[in-house]
């Protein structure tokens, strides 16, 4: 059995490739194609495994299977079961391509639904409170014009941290991780609040 571990991405297939796969475009980064003896292609996965001491580092192949397919096939059978096998070498490299596509959507989707904010306006009042309320406890942020926050956005997580000094008190260092931006607010807020135990203004309506 032979193995053609991609690098690069190209964005159509040669008709001959059917026939000669070694004179084929590689398949996507992520990804390989194995020459079975049979004369069929084995569509593979390519994991990069390294050790803490980072000194080795070596490749492991994974041969796909239908039952971990999250979208099914827009045409012919879809065996649900089994190892992916495909006749040509044109069919193993679309259905690399169909999964790196695949796995590029569902990481923008997540990238995107941790900064989508569904109460843009209760995260102002959010903000604004939590400002107030250390303004009130006598903590500031000279220098910062976009307050003591600092954010950073992770796919599937979002990390905010707030900064603040005190004539009187100890500096201020809290840090939250949330799912998203509604959540980062509302902890933000409950972790400000708790610690400052000042009174706070109703939150606006219908925002809950």
């Known amino acids: ?23 084929c475009p590689l398949p996507p980064p992520g990804y390989a ?19 803490e001491d980072a000194i080795e580092v070596s ?3 994974c041969g796909l299977h239908w039952q971990d397919e999250i979208i099914p096939p827009a045409g012919g059978d879809w065996p649900r079961t089994g190892s992916i096998i495909c006749r040509t070498y044109a069919e193993a490299y679309s259905f ?18 941790v900064v989508a904010e569904c109460y843009p306006d209760r995260n102002v009042w959010y903000r604004d409170e939590i400002e ?10 000279p220098g910062r014009n976009d307050g003591p926050f600092s954010i950073i956005s992770m796919t599937g997580s979002i990390s ?17 991780q949330a799912a998203n931006l509604d959540e980062m607010w509302e902890a933000l807020y409950a972790v400000v609040f708790a610690t400052s135990g ?11």
């Open 96 to 113: 690399c391509e169909q999964c790196a596509e695949t796995s590029r959507l569902f990481l923008e989707s997540e990238r995107l639904a």
């Open 33 to 51: 194609i194995a020459t079975l003896p049979d004369g069929c292609f084995l569509p593979m996965s390519v994991l990069l495994l390294s050790r």
């Open 1 to 23: 059995m032979t193995t053609t571990i991609g690098s690069l991405l190209y964005e159509s297939i040669p008709a001959e490739c059917d026939a000669v796969p070694g004179d």
């Open 160 to 176: 905010a941290w707030i900064h603040a000094r005190s004539l009187t008190s100890a500096e201020m260092h809290l840090h939250i």
């Open 132 to 141: 107030r309320l250390l303004h009130e406890a006598d903590y500031c942020w």
């Open 198 to 208: 000042t009174a706070c203004d109703e939150l606006p309506a219908n925002q809950g």
């Open 59 to 61: 490749l492991s192949l």
